[in-house]
């Protein structure tokens, strides 16, 4: 069973790799913003931009799920009811960002933290 200390622990890192996560995230997002308008490209996702462009941000995204994996490991030692209600949020607010109207519906980038 995780103790307290590590389940803290592993939610701290993976919130502090969610906010890096997003902060590069919101600065790749406005380099792929400015690069499409000045005409570099045209017909390219932003999935498929950062993944060609922005390889800072794909060490941020890869740790922040690499965090998230911990996270989600140490809340179900912890506290399985705890870990249960997570994960339901979690894919409720995946879901409805993937699907939905937003700017990160279609991306394989998306960053949640229902712990927020």
Known sequence: MATEARFNLAK?????????????????????????EAGFFSNETFDQWVSKNA??????WMEFNTKAAQYQSAVMS???EKAENWQHEYSRQWTEKFYGPGEDKGSQYIIITPEE
């Open 55 to 60: 390889p800072g941000f794909i060490n941020a």
């Open 12 to 36: 701290e890192e993976w919130l502090a790799a969610a906010k890096r996560a997003r902060t590069t995230k919101e600065s790749v997002t406005k380099d792929y913003e400015e690069q499409k």
């Open 78 to 80: 912890y506290d399985k």
